[in-house]
């Protein structure tokens, strides 16, 4: 990871008294976060969009289209919603995509301010790793993020440690 420990506290810092909105944010909270974890952004490594990028376009299993805000095939889906909203909203949606999101092994919703990731594997448990922004400050949870981004199957090395 390349983000020092002042960067992290600037970022946690700067993301706590953020206003912005869901759309006015989520790209630059998620590019951020690529650049402090020493890994590249959705631009940046998929520059075409085939395998890593922001709004993917899909049809929902419930019916009718959305978008994913960032998805990473083989590895992740993330919505992220404003602050203080529904993450429970956003599962479900996520849920709701999976599918056309090949079925990634991770599922993971932000508010800026706490985030949620939901394993997908089959007959694990699929309860959310939930931490929050100032948890950021310490190297486990930043490890977390970092999984997501690069080795997802790392959450279910840690489920069968759960599990034994």
Request: hydrophobic share 35%; with cysteine; aromatic share 14%.
């Amino acid at each position: 990871m390349t983000g020092t420990q002042q960067d992290w506290q600037d970022f946690v810092a700067r993301w706590a008294k953020s206003g912005l909105k869901e759309q006015q944010a989520a790209q630059s909270h998620f590019n951020e976060l690529c650049h402090l974890l020493g890994e590249k952004t959705p631009t940046e490594a998929d520059p075409e969009g085939k395998f890593f990028t922001f709004e993917e376009h899909l049809q929902k299993a419930t019916g009718g289209n959305g978008r994913a805000d960032v998805w990473h095939r083989g590895r992740f889906g993330w919505e992220y919603k404003g602050k203080q909203k529904d993450l429970d909203a956003a599962y479900a949606q996520l849920l709701a995509y999976r599918g056309a999101l090949e079925n990634p092994p991770l599922l993971v919703v932000c508010d800026f301010l706490e985030y949620r990731i939901y394993p997908q594997w089959t007959n694990l448990s699929g309860k959310p790793y939930i931490f929050r922004n100032e948890d950021l400050l310490t190297p486990e949870k930043r490890g977390w993020l970092l999984w997501v981004l690069t080795d997802p199957d790392k959450f279910r090395e840690l489920l069968d440690e759960e599990l034994h």
